[in-house]
């Protein structure tokens, strides 16, 4: 695990309260699972049909029946439950979720998530992150700041397919993070050693510096 993903996945996990369930997406959202303190009885949901899941497997407990949304071995806790696709989406679409946790290609300041597709080039589809968009309580957004490239992850507004519309309420990256609101962003935290004017030279949106600004 990279210190990048760490940092972003440890921040999120802070904003998990006793009995949650939460849907943990694929990349670093998978990671918030190792953050989750002890004394916090959280209940992970998987889209392919599971509640309880818990860390990622050791090698040599591997469970073939159990994979987390990365696709990776995971464990499942004694009180978990397994069922089936129909049963999981029922979950999403009925508002059971307290939270979501995505990865993203791009997300702006109203709030829009573009996750899923880039043109010209062959994805093999949505999967269920309209549906947990739009049914979870709290959607957060869990990116690095920039891309490979250096360009910035957090637009004006999004140039690719959306994936939801104005779903987006925290944004975090290994910089800063962001609350959506009517005004746009609000800039709520930087991290530790990272210059305010840093976080907004590498934001392409619009910043508005909280008058609490905290570091984390």
Request: include cysteine; charged fraction near 25%; aromatic fraction near 4%.
């Amino acid at each position: 695990m990279s210190q990048t993903k760490a940092k972003i996945a440890k921040r999120i996990s802070k904003e998990i309260n006793d009995g949650d369930v939460v849907n943990l997406g694929i990349g670093i959202p998978t990671l918030v699972c190792d953050f989750i303190p002890d004394q916090i009885e959280v209940h992970i949901h998987s889209e392919n049909g599971l509640v309880g899941l818990d860390k990622e497997a050791t090698e040599g407990f591997e469970d073939k029946d159990i994979i987390n949304a990365s696709g990776k071995y995971a464990t499942i806790k004694n009180t978990g439950s397994f069922f089936d696709s129909a049963m999981s989406f029922n979950i999403i679409r009925g508002g059971h979720l307290d939270m979501t946790v995505l990865g993203a290609l791009q997300v702006d300041s109203k709030g829009n998530i573009a996750n899923w597709m880039i043109p010209g080039k062959l994805v093999p589809g949505m999967g269920g992150a309209m549906d947990l968009t739009v049914g979870a309580k709290k959607v957060i957004c869990a990116i690095t700041h920039q891309t490979k490239k250096g360009t910035s992850k957090i637009k004006k507004e999004c140039n690719l397919p959306l994936t939801a519309a104005g779903e987006v309420d925290l944004i975090v990256t290994e910089l800063a993070v962001m609350e959506v609101t009517d005004r746009g962003l609000v800039l709520k935290e930087v991290a530790e050693e990272v210059d305010v004017n840093e976080v907004i030279e590498k934001t392409e949106a619009e910043l508005i510096i909280s008058d609490n600004l905290k570091q984390f």
